[in-house]
Structure formats: C-alpha cells, structure tokens
C-alpha cells in the first residue's frame, strides 16, 4: 500500500461526525463565549461513533505546546477575525 491509500483509509476510517449543535441540553460543542471546542459529551459521541480518542484540553506538555502554535498560526493567517480560533487559545491558556 502507498502512502496515498494509507491516508486515505486513515482519512475514511473517521469520516462519520456529530451534530454541531451549541445550544440547549444535548449540545456537543461549546460556544465562543464559553470558549469554543467540543464539550466533554462531544468527544465521547464522536469517540464512539469514529472509534477515535479525543482528548480534552492539556495544561501543559508537547501536546499542548503544539496545539497553541497550530492554533496561532491560524488566527496569524486567517482573512477574518477567527473568534473560535482565539476562544480556542484562551481556553487552552495559549
């Protein structure tokens, strides 16, 4: 198998995503004024609907570290003002 069909069976594999709902009792992301990303109810539908593993925010670490800089080179980059992207830095403390 080449590097091509290894992606794209890695991509297929987590192809089914959730409602992208914000609001009322069921939702799974979190507006930008509560900070952005998904709830903790998100992950875990997405998790077993994709057999992935999300994780919640990081204090701190390389994980952390990389996120904070992927995410600041979005809002760096982006034509727009990018609100969820900066909900995102604040609540991953960036």
Same mark, same amino acid.
């Given at each position: 198998?080449?590097?091509?069909?290894? =992606?794209?069976?890695?991509?297929?594999?987590?192809? $089914?995503? =959730?409602?992208?709902?914000?609001?009322?009792?069921?939702?799974?992301?979190? *507006?930008?004024?509560?900070?952005?990303?998904?709830?903790?109810?998100?992950?875990?539908?997405?998790? &077993?609907?994709?057999? *992935?593993?999300?994780? &919640?925010?990081?204090?701190?670490?390389?994980?952390?570290?990389?996120?904070?800089?992927?995410?600041?080179?979005?809002?760096?980059? *982006?034509?727009?003002?990018?609100?969820? &992207? $900066?909900? *995102?830095?604040?609540?991953?403390?960036?």
């Amino acid at each position: 198998m080449n590097r091509k069909d290894h =992606i794209r069976q890695a991509m297929d594999k987590h192809d $089914k995503p =959730i409602a992208k709902t914000t609001v009322g009792k069921g939702k799974n992301y979190q *507006s930008v004024a509560e900070g952005a990303g998904m709830t903790a109810k998100g992950r875990a539908e997405y998790n &077993a609907k994709n057999g *992935s593993h999300l994780q &919640a925010p990081q204090a701190k670490g390389s994980r952390h570290d990389s996120f904070c800089a992927r995410m600041e080179g979005v809002v760096a980059h *982006s034509k727009g003002d990018a609100p969820r &992207a $900066k909900a *995102s830095l604040k609540r991953w403390h960036c």
